[in-house]
């Protein structure tokens, strides 16, 4: 697949690659452009998108061969999802050793930029206050600090209970450290010239035999 684009697993139902920071999974209306999705499809002479990452984020996406796999993918995602495990170089630094982020999110329809609101004691996440709310929670866990350009920034694992569109980005910028890089959720610095966001790991069980299937994706040099 060229340097672009990494496959990191294929069988008879489904590829899974390692992305690059800067490529669109997928095209809504450009067919010219360059994604994942068209490399692949040119590749296995078919290919089926099963979730996305941000053009910006690189790391590990799923592809289904057919149709039956993708649906069978997509309907039981959340079920069938073990482990989203993420890396971000965050800025500021931040104290705490690890932790939870749970809030309501809501995308602006104008904007697509997503907001946070607090969960309420005694909110019940599958009954939001709004019905254009939902709920999302990531468990935050710090690798490391760092100072790059004067500049102090923290590394920070994060695992997804739910997996909410830009969910890492508005957590992040909700609690006053942004992703570095991130200009669309309020970032002032940009030090390693791309988003500082990865999908590191992904778990899920397999939709046709029942494994659990395991997969990790170095963070890429620059953001080391």
Known sequence: MGKRLKIVYED???I???KPSGLLSMSAGHPEHETAYSMLYDYADGIYIVHRLDRDTSGLIVFAKDEDTKRA????WDEAVKERRYFAILEGHID???GWIESWMYEHPKSLKVHCYPVNKGDDRNRPPRK???????????????????????????NLETGRKNQIRAHSAWIGHPVAGDRKYDA????FGRLALHAQG?????PWTGKVMK???DIPKELR
């Open 12 to 14: 008879d139902w489904l």
């Open 73 to 76: 993918l997509q309907d039981n």
């Open 202 to 206: 992904l778990s899920f069980i397999h």
């Open 215 to 217: 997969f990790n994706a």
């Open 16 to 18: 899974v690659v390692n």
């Open 96 to 98: 705490d050793e690890e």
């Open 188 to 191: 002032s610095t940009n030090p």
């Open 132 to 158: 254009d709310w939902k709920f999302a929670a990531s468990h935050c866990r710090t690798v490391r600090h760092m100072e790059k350009n004067g500049q102090k920034y923290t590394c920070v694992e994060f």
